[in-house]
């Protein structure tokens, strides 16, 4: 086979049985504890295999025979009910890929940055050794108090990754508070660890260092008049999926978004844009700083003309008359860009393509002075817009191609994140 034209199989999810990837999720004592049964649950429909090791207070909030029940795996809750004759907490990290703790007090956040090593959670994490995410969930005083923004600081600087805490109402023991502190919500924190899995399933040692990492991503809505606009079937899920996958490999990341409703990704700078020329100027502000750009974003090619003030009333009497809309280009960003890229920055474009695909991604490759573009099929109906899954044909500059078969558009982002920013 040549070797610049290979075909990766990428696993559709990260399926338990066959290739079993253990996440160790360690649940403190926040009301948020209730939260982490539904992401137990969340990363076992991925395929995790996820052993719960809980702290006492943690316990007290829920039962362990919950998360018991959800995982399937027995619940490490205390160093001293030894099942076999090796010390449990140990047996874990061995096999381990990943310890993520949610929700993580400011309790837990001071021990794992004085390595107080006090119970079987913070025990464990002294012994983990793989990526640590932390998900804080505590009272917003108690978040922006300056000593456990100190601990934060000293875990990051140490290459833990903090996920959130969102803003939003908190529950306390004296009723509900609003601020800085509120547990990310479990469908994220699943993405976060996800992202995560694959990112480290696709390091081989090898890594270009951190970089500012552009992504576009959803489609673009062109107005027509206050109620209606022009659009396309573009979810923003390939775009989020990218920037997902960045900041799971340790990037500065910011995602330039059209009008999709999925959630933010946590790490990520989200700036929201509506039209096409709102996409250009925020493209080209962010891109001057940037060493990477992603261009999942599904610009629309044309605009109406004009864009009317007022709703366009329906004319009395013109129910069999034609009515015609006025359409005006639009700029096409990334040909813009290839004015301005410098040769240290890494262009991606997406091609969506219903025929011809290589053909055409190669003109396009060409045409817009691209490095890579990921070229999808989108007169299929299980793959590319608005789907789950995506599958799609990498092309280079310097003749790469390399195709990544049907999976998860996370599975089909890490891969392409890996490829693209490899060196
Ligand atoms: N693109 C862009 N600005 C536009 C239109 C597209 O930057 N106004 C980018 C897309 O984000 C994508 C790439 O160009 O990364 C290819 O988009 P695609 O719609 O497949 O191609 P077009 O160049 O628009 O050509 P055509 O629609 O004729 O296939």
Redesign the pocket.
Known sequence: MNQNNQSIQNQRSLPVEENPCTVVLGVTGSIAAYKSVDLVSRLRRSGVDVQVVMTDNAARLVAPLTFLTISRNPVVDSLWNMPRWEPGHIALAEKSQLLVIAPATANIIGKLAGGIADDALSTFALAHRGPLLIAPAMNPRMWSNPTVQENCRVLRRRGARFLGPDSGSVACAGGEVTGGGRMSEPESITRAVLASLYMMEHSSGKSGGKRHVLV?AGPTYEPLDPVRFLGNRSSGRMGYALAECAVAAGHDVTLISGPAGLPPPLGARVVRVNT?RE??EA?IRQFVVSDALF???????FRPAESADRKIKKEKGCEEERVSLNLT?????????SEIKKTSQRV??????TDNLEK?ALA?LR??K?DW?A?NDVSRQDIGFDSEENEVTLFSSTGDKETIAKASKLAVASRIVAKTLKD
């Open positions: 576009t096409a996409m250009e493209v261009m999942a974003a599904a610009v629309a090619d280009p639009t700029v096409d960003i990334l040909r813009s860009l991606v474009g997406f091609a969506a393509e055409h396009k045409d817009k691209l573009l070229v």
